[in-house]
Each structure stands twice: as structure tokens, then as C-alpha cells.
């Protein structure tokens, strides 16, 4: 086996490993399976509400999904607007850290008020946690820009619309790519925290209800279903990432 094929086997290694020794754990000291469900019993279940599952865990990834377009796009807009003016960088920026410094499940009960229960809690939510690595990332790649290129792209008669264009836009590919891998696994936090309070469908939804009938191996059920929708995205960005960003990546290509 080579480098490059241990390196890919070795995520899934890994979580084979995790799980003989959780079931082992479980079978070990004889877990209670309303307390702590072994990864056999969790299997069970989900094959058992394979149904239910399914649709509530396509609830999650739909609204996921339109919480986290509205993000890209805010982020995309809001993150070329600060990378691209000094002064809305210095207004800005420091206002967004302290918003985003505040907890977003204590969000939900407002947009509960706003938008009653249901799918406009979740979108906004999932938008509002998602957003501010997008923006961030566009910032950074269009503010650091290096002062020497600029320079010299002015002098062949590039003006500052056409250095941020077809330059700083270019250039800040792999920061806003980077940041869509985060993003959306907060996109699927935001979404679930939301369908946990203030909706009657979705993987949140989902895990209150089989906690409150104590079928635990159903709740864990539905957490893996989430961690592997997120999985699937970050791995698809990343996959996005490799084709429209080789060029920033050469040095890493042979490892």
C-alpha cells in the first residue's frame, strides 16, 4: 500500500477502530442501552426507522441547503465589500467578530417570534452561523493582496475595479473555498440547534423526540446521519477545491 492510499483508508481505519472499541465498551461493562446505545444497537435502529429517518433527515439537508446559499451569497458580498475598502474594514470587521461571538441558539426564540415555527427559524439560523467564515475568508484573501502587485498592476493601466476583479477575486479562490468547508458543517449545527426548538420536522426535531421516549439509539441514530451529510458536503467542496484550485496547491501535489 502506498502513501497516498494509507493516508485515504486511514479516516475510515480509524472510525472501524472507534467503533469495535465502543461496542466492546458497551458489551464490556454491560452499558445500559438508555444510557449509552452500542454502535449494533444504533445500526438497529436505523435500519428499524430507516423511513422516518429519511425523511426528516431530507428536511434538514433541504433547509441546510438554503440557509447556506444565502450565506455564500451574503458572504461573498459582505466579504468583497470589507477585503476591498480599508475603511469598511475598519468599520465593519469589528463589529462582525462581536456578532459572531454570540451564541446562535439564542437566536431561535426571536425568530420564533418573527417567522413562527418551522422552516424560517432553521434557514435563518443555519445562515446566520454559516456566513461569517465566508465572509471572513473573502475578506482576507482580497485585503492582503500584496501592495507590490497592486502597484504594479496600476502602472500597465489597471484600475482598482480590475485589480480586485480579475486579481484579488482569483487569488482569494482557495480562502473562500476553505471557508465552505466550514461553513457548512456550522450550516448543519445551525439547522439541527434550530429543529430541536422550534420545528415539527428534521433531525433535530428527530433527536427530541426519540430522547423523550428514550430511544437512544435512534437519537444517536439521527446524529450520525447529520455528521454524514456534513461529511458528504465538506468532501464535495473539497473535491471543488482540488479541480478549480490546483494552482495554489502545487507544492502539496506530491504528498
Known amino acids: 500500500m502506498t ?3 494509507f493516508e485515504s483508508a486511514s479516516p475510515w481505519v480509524l472510525l472501524v477502530a472507534i467503533l469495535l472499541l465502543w461496542q466492546a465498551v458497551c458489551a464490556g461493562f454491560d452499558v445500559s442501552e438508555f444510557i449509552f446505545p452500542s ?10 426507522f430507516k423511513g422516518e429517518i429519511a425523511k426528516h433527515a431530507w ?3 433541504w433547509v441546510t441547503m438554503v440557509g447556506f446559499g444565502i450565506a455564500i451569497v451574503v458572504g461573498v458580498l459582505l466579504g468583497f465589500l470589507i477585503g476591498s ?7 465593519i470587521y469589528p463589529l462582525m467578530t462581536g456578532f459572531n461571538a454570540l451564541p446562535k441558539a439564542a437566536f431561535v426564540p426571536i ?3 418573527w417567522f413562527g415555527i418551522g422552516v424560517g427559524p432553521a434557514v435563518l439560523t443555519a445562515f446566520l452561523i454559516s456566513f461569517f467564515p465566508i465572509t471572513v475568508n473573502i475578506a482576507t484573501g482580497l485585503a492582503t493582496l500584496e501592495p507590490e502587485l497592486e502597484d504594479v498592476l496600476r502602472v500597465l493601466g489597471a484600475k482598482r475595479w480590475d485589480v480586485l476583479v480579475k486579481v484579488g477575486l482569483p ?7 476553505g471557508s465552505l468547508k466550514v461553513a457548512i ?3 448543519f449545527v445551525g439547522t439541527t440547534v434550530s429543529e430541536m426548538t422550534a420545528s415539527n420536522e428534521g433531525i ?7 430522547g423523550s421516549s428514550m430511544q437512544m439509539g435512534l437519537a444517536f441514530a439521527g446524529l450520525v446521519v447529520v455528521g454524514a451529510m456534513a461529511m458528504v458536503m465538506y468532501e464535495f467542496f473539497s473535491v471543488l477545491e482540488r479541480r478549480l484550485t490546483g494552482w495554489a496547491h502545487r507544492g502539496s501535489q506530491g504528498h
Do not use: K
Open 3 to 5: 502513501r497516498r492510499q
Open 39 to 48: 454502535p449494533a444497537r444504533i445500526a438497529q435502529q436505523m435500519v428499524e
Open 59 to 61: 428536511q434538514t439537508y
Open 85 to 91: 475598502s480599508r475603511l469598511a474594514y475598519a468599520a
Open 111 to 113: 425568530l420564533v417570534v
Open 171 to 177: 487569488r482569494a479562490m482557495p480562502y473562500f473555498f
Open 185 to 187: 458543517t456550522l450550516a
Open 204 to 210: 433535530g426535531y428527530l433527536l427530541v423526540s426519540a
